[in-house]
């Protein structure tokens, strides 16, 4: 995947140093390109010069908050698909609300949690990648269909190819979309709402897994006998970020026990404690 040869640009913006701070040192243990600004005309001043992946977002900021600076982007066509993600102390429904409302794909409550800031990013970083890789190949078979371009092999060959390929991307995309639709529920019902929507998304999530990853679960089986049923949908789980907090509830047990479990596959896919396991999934070669 992208990820090991792509070194993403994030855009982080918030008006106290120290915040900038130490979520820029959480996120360099993944190599991204780190780049802030301390209010939100000099993050607009930034955006205009740089073709960032993802911007970190502080709502509460003197002068220009966060909600005005969203509104500049998501109004400007070269910036409006950039995701971001906004930085608040308060967990505030309202805010939350009003955030995704005004375009945010996340949210992230200081002080930071490093695991769920890595787990946020990684995987609005991939769903940009899958986004960015479904326009390169509409574009493709576009150019295909008029006659500009048939690339190696036959036309048919290569349409045939790159049809299966968005038809993948295609399957990621809208998982991901209708879990984004979830969470922005959950932030606004009730909550025998919020428990019903979450059983909802666990169905969705579970029926992504169980179709998207036949082929995976088998040939990793193949690499790693050891692994048990219950192995391989964890580790399909790790493949597309999922938070522990959010693996526990799909699976029914307690994030200290998601630890523990991930501990074990870590020494059955002879990992050493420094490599990431959803890295090592998602580049997984089958």
Do not use: W
């Amino acid at each position: 995947m992208e990820s090991q040869v792509t070194k993403y640009k994030i855009l982080i913006v918030d008006d106290i140093p120290e915040n900038i701070e130490l979520a820029a040192n959480i996120l360099s243990t993944k190599n991204y390109n780190i780049t802030f600004a301390t209010s939100g005309a000099a993050a607009l001043r930034k955006v205009a010069s740089i073709d960032f992946d993802m911007i970190l977002l502080d709502v509460m900021m003197p002068e220009m908050d966060g909600f005005e600076v969203i509104t500049h982007l998501k109004s400007n066509p070269a910036t409006r698909n950039i995701p971001v993600i906004f930085l608040t102390a308060k967990a505030e429904a309202e805010n939350i609300v009003k955030g995704f409302e005004l375009g945010a794909v996340d949210y992230v409550t200081k002080p930071f949690n490093a695991e769920v800031l890595l787990a946020r990013v990684n995987t609005h970083i991939g769903i940009k990648a899958s986004l960015d890789e479904k326009a390169e190949i509409e574009s493709r078979l576009n150019e295909i269909s008029d006659g500009r371009q048939t690339g190696n092999g036959t036309k048919e060959g290569v349409v045939n190819e790159l049809e299966e390929k968005k038809k993948k991307l295609d399957e990621v995309t809208l998982f991901y979309d209708l879990r984004s639709q979830l969470d922005k529920l959950i932030v606004e019902k009730n909550p025998m709402a919020r428990m019903e929507i979450k059983r909802v998304k666990e169905m969705i999530s579970n029926m992504f897994i169980d179709k998207s990853n036949r082929e995976f679960h088998r040939k990793l089986k193949q690499q790693y006998p050891k692994l048990t049923f219950d192995d391989l949908r964890l580790c399909s789980y790790l493949k597309q970020r999922f938070l522990n907090v959010e693996i526990a509830e799909f699976l029914e047990t307690s994030p200290e026990a998601i630890y523990t479990r991930k501990s074990r596959l870590r020494q059955k896919l002879n990992l050493t404690k420094d490599q990431d396991i959803s890295e090592f999934l998602i580049n997984f070669n089958f």
